[in-house]
């Protein structure tokens, strides 16, 4: 957790410390050009499986190449980009990219599946299944090689709305993952309702696997209830050789984590696959990141 407290306080804009509210514009312009002039990038973090040793996917994890602050985080602006109104630019942009660049990687030859994080106002949005249809299209990119993932949280605040629209990606071809699962307070019966395909179970759980019988437990039944509704869990933040054992050894299907890579520019990644994908037997796997 080094590098995310590290970042901490390292917002775009802060309202507390705006008393006058002068710097909101400037930030909200910053932002509006951000999106549209091609500063987001993608990183990419690989997702693996666990009985296969193979890779399973990556996740899209947006970056802001700010012209005078650097690298910038999602925890730095993806709150002002939801309170400004500029999430549907933002995430279409974020699409687009994933979208290119899986189509880029498919073209040499390596076809994965991208995850790309959405956000509440996407989900009430009842264009966005268009837009994603329209975008994958474009790009020429199977319905079934985009994951989608969403929080609990976001689920709870339309639900009705939501579970239209997911219904409609998932009746589309387009995977959906519950994101930061655990963490929320969504009912098992909501669960079961929703059109989903995968669940990503919290890394507070994942990180404490291996100390405490407790999470060890969480895991477990975690894995049964998804299983028993027919999704995949994948664990998200596994930090060393040691949590990705105990995880392959409850029978997750998927893991992800700085012990696998930290995300990577997209030509990184494909380095890292191209090495990863070295015949097992060697020991060369696991600690790359
Ligand atoms: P998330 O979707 O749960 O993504 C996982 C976050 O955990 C990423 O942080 C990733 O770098 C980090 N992570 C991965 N493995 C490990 C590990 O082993 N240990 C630890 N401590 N952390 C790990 P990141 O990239 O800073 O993203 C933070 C959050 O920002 C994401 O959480 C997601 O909710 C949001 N986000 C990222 N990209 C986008 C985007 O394009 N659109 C939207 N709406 N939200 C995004
Ligand atoms: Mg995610
Ligand atoms: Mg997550
Ligand atoms: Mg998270």
Not at 68 to 91: N, Q
Not at 110 to 116: C, D, Y
Not at 226 to 254: F, I, R, S, Y
Not at 262 to 286: C, K, S
Request: aromatic letters at 6%; glycine letters at 8%.
């Amino acid at each position: 957790y080094c590098a995310k407290s590290a970042r901490q306080g390292a917002v775009v804009y802060d309202e507390h410390r705006d008393g006058s509210g002068r710097y909101r514009l400037e930030a909200v312009d910053q932002l509006r050009r951000a999106i549209s002039d091609g500063e987001l990038v993608l990183h990419f973090q690989p997702k693996v499986a666990l009985a296969t040793g193979r890779i399973d996917g990556v996740e899209a994890l947006v970056r802001w190449q700010h012209p005078t602050r650097g690298l910038l985080f999602p925890d730095a602006f993806i709150d002002l980009a939801e309170s400004v109104g500029l999430m549907s630019a933002l995430t279409s942009r974020v699409v687009g990219l994933a979208l290119a660049q899986r189509r880029a990687w498919a073209d040499a030859g390596r076809e994965l599946v991208v995850a790309v994080n959405v956000s509440p106002s996407n989900l009430v949005d009842e264009h966005f299944p268009d837009e994603v249809a329209q975008l994958l299209d474009q790009h020429g990119v199977p319905a079934g090689a985009l994951v989608l993932e969403v929080t609990e949280s976001l689920l709870m605040e339309d639900r009705e709305r939501a579970v239209r629209v997911l219904a409609r990606l998932r009746d589309a071809g387009v995977g959906v993952s519950i994101d930061d699962y655990g963490t929320g307070y969504s009912s098992l019966a909501y669960l079961a309702e929703l059109p989903v395909t995968e669940l990503k179970l919290d890394r507070t759980f994942v990180a404490d696997l291996t100390a405490s019988p407790r999470a060890a437990a969480i895991v477990t039944s975690t894995l049964r209830l998804a299983h028993a509704l027919g999704l995949t869990l994948v664990a998200e933040g596994a930090e060393d050789q040691a949590t990705v054992d105990a995880l392959a050894a409850l029978g997750c299907d998927v893991v992800q984590g700085y012990h696998l890579s930290r995300p990577l520019p997209p030509e990184q990644l494909a380095a890292w696959a191209d090495r990863w994908d070295v015949p097992a037997g060697t020991t060369g796997r696991g600690a790359a990141g």
